[in-house]
């Protein structure tokens, strides 16, 4: 599949908007979704529907193999040793508050330290602020540098004997930054602390390997994958899995339930309580196969070439900065330019049919960090082009010419 | 009604520079709001004399154009307004941003009427009508000290 001319792929983009093409550059938020991926959740739901895992009957039984394929075409697009190492989750904010809650519950005490950086996505920060607040633990944070960047010595800096884990983001949904996950596990490794890793930008953007990575957790969302919403999935190193109190009760991650016991069901199952995201799952599966026609090389290299012809457009247009100068940038270019609010900058681009995200993209401490309140965003997925780059590049200055700045 | 004509002169003159964007000396009464969607925030500040009268109102606050031109404009003609009064023109704001197009109320002057009604095109986009209502709530929220923080998210519009 040649990623030029991949738009065609997407049915959203036959539509217009304010009469005008889209232009869709708010893939960090949420993806869009090909043909294939709509079409799979439709003969899911008219041919095949079934709930899986319980019944005996045909459709069951061939619903409950489509759900575990995609278990196993995910172990192998990010290289788990186990596909049950693979817990499908309602997304990645759940994925992170179950390894939160779980980890939490079990091997954190009072005066304990959990180390998260200044990039963090509130999804990454959120759900262990319930733990200050019902454990005493504490929360550090790594600094960024004045690129913006989190590297291993911020993180060791913050180290002390009462780390028990460490969470990181694998590329920041404001700046881009991608930070060095294999020297941070190592390290964190030698110290005895296992690694989350918020990998909701890094699945749909790098090439994932997790036995390399040996992160000890990876959150993954699927819908900015090209996939379905509802749906995350959580990575775990089996030894952890087992060794971690379940997260939510209820029908299908049980063993036997007496009245005066219960036992849990094995892997996965001991963490997907009650009737999962089927359809999501399953069409899923179309999303990887999409991923893997193209080629996460390719996808890289095209985003790549894309990344740095919008830095530079950026660069070259006075009064917009950009937010941050990461040395390993992925797809997204958070820019402010002065005089102008990210909120009407963002209202101007989409009358012109170009989709920004403005606000603080749920990055209010590291926005907070680098003295703004807001920020305009613009994010890359595989179906962009330098086309729509140069579009997203008119349209800023048509706002500079509504606001009257040079 | 299109892009120009809610960015019109009126509102980028305000939004770029907000009259009475300073600290009342000796207010009495004030009250915050803030939009935790976007980050816009704004502090309203009123000195009310013996009579109810509003003597001297000013904010703080950072946002958007529109957010900085509504509180702008408001603190402009709420100025020298009994509390009653106040509260009058608060809710024939508010009325014609969710569904009138004209300010009713009596208590303004034409060219007053037609400022606020600059406002009245952020019908036509609704992630941005609470940019506009902020610093309105916020007020009420001073006048009456009901609440200490408008959070634009507990609210209607």
């Given at each position: 599949m040649n990623i030029s001319n991949i738009?065609?792929?997407?049915?959203?983009?036959?539509n217009k908007v304010h009469n005008n093409d889209l232009v869709y550059l708010d893939s960090a938020n949420s993806s869009q979704k090909p043909r294939v991926v709509v079409d799979r959740i439709y003969d899911f739901y008219t041919k095949e529907f079934s709930n899986v895992g319980?019944?005996?009957?045909y459709l069951a039984v061939a619903a409950t193999n489509l759900y575990e394929n995609t278990r196993t075409s995910v172990q192998k697009f990010i290289n788990?040793?186990?596909?049950?190492e693979i817990v499908f989750t309602k997304g990645a904010t759940e994925a992170i508050n179950l390894v939160a809650s779980t980890y939490g519950q079990s091997h954190l005490n009072e005066g304990d330290e959990v180390l998260l950086t200044e990039l963090e996505h509130h999804s990454n920060y959120v759900p262990w602020h319930y733990l200050r607040k019902s454990k005493g633990i504490k929360i550090k944070f790594a600094e960024i540098n004045e690129d913006g960047d989190i590297t291993l010595e911020s993180i060791e800096k913050k180290?002390?004997?009462?780390?028990?884990i460490i969470g990181v983001t694998h590329?920041?949904?404001?700046?881009g930054a991608i930070l060095p996950i294999k020297e941070i596990t190592q390290f964190a490794h030698s110290k005895n602390i296992p690694v989350l890793v918020d990998g909701c930008q890094g699945a749909p953007h790098l090439k994932l390997d997790m036995q390399d990575l040996d992160c000890d957790f990876y959150a993954i969302s699927c819908h900015k994958m090209y996939g379905p919403t509802g749906l995350g999935i959580l990575y775990a190193k089996k030894k952890w899995l087992e060794k971690l109190p379940p997260y939510q009760g209820g029908?299908?991650?049980?063993?036997e339930v007496k009245k005066e016991s219960i036992t849990y069901g094995d892997l996965p199952n001991k963490?997907?309580?009650?009737?999962?995201a089927t359809a999501q799952v399953i069409a899923f599966d179309e999303s990887i196969k999409f991923l893997n026609k193209i080629g996460m090389v390719n996808v890289i290299k095209h985003e790549k070439e894309l990344i740095e012809y919008g830095q530079e457009l950026l660069r070259k247009n006075n009064s917009v900065k950009l937010v941050g100068n990461p040395k390993k940038k992925g797809a997204v270019l958070s820019f402010t330019i002065d005089g102008i609010h990210p909120h009407d900058i963002a209202t101007i681009l989409d009358e012109d049919g170009v989709a920004i995200r403005a606000g603080h993209h749920c990055c209010q401490i590291l926005h907070d960090k680098l003295g703004l309140t807001s920020s305009a965003r613009a994010s890359l997925g595989i179906y962009n082009t330098r086309d729509d780059l140069d579009k997203l590049n008119s349209s800023i200055n048509n706002c500079k010419k509504i606001f009257e700045l040079k | 009604m299109n892009l120009k004509e809610l960015y019109q002169e009126i509102i980028l003159d305000h939004g770029k520079?907000?009259?009475?964007l300073r600290k009342t000396e000796n207010f009495n009464k004030d009250a915050k709001g803030y939009?935790?969607?976007?980050g816009d925030k704004v502090h309203i500040y009123l000195k009310l004399n013996e009579n109810k009268k509003v003597e001297d109102i000013s904010f703080e606050g950072e946002g958007c154009a529109i957010s900085m031109a509504s509180a702008s404009i408001m603190t402009d003609m709420i100025k020298g307004k009994e509390k009653n009064e106040v509260k009058e023109i608060i809710n024939d704001f508010l009325e014609m941003i969710k569904?009138?197009?004209?300010?009713?109320?009596?208590?303004?002057?034409d060219d007053e009427k037609t400022k606020l009604m600059?406002?009245?095109?952020?019908k036509q986009y609704p992630m941005r009508v609470k940019c506009a209502t902020l610093s309105w709530h916020t007020l009420t929220s001073a006048i009456?000290?009901?609440?200490n923080e408008i959070n634009t998210e507990s609210l209607e519009v």
């Open positions: 738009k065609k792929e997407f049915p959203i983009f036959d319980r019944s005996v009957h788990a040793k186990d596909a049950n180290i002390t004997p009462r780390t028990k590329l920041s949904n404001v700046t029908g299908g991650m049980i063993g963490y997907e309580a009650g009737t999962m | 520079n907000p009259r009475n939009n935790p969607l976007c569904e009138k197009d004209e300010i009713k109320t009596n208590l303004l002057k600059c406002l009245s095109g952020v009456d000290k009901s609440q």
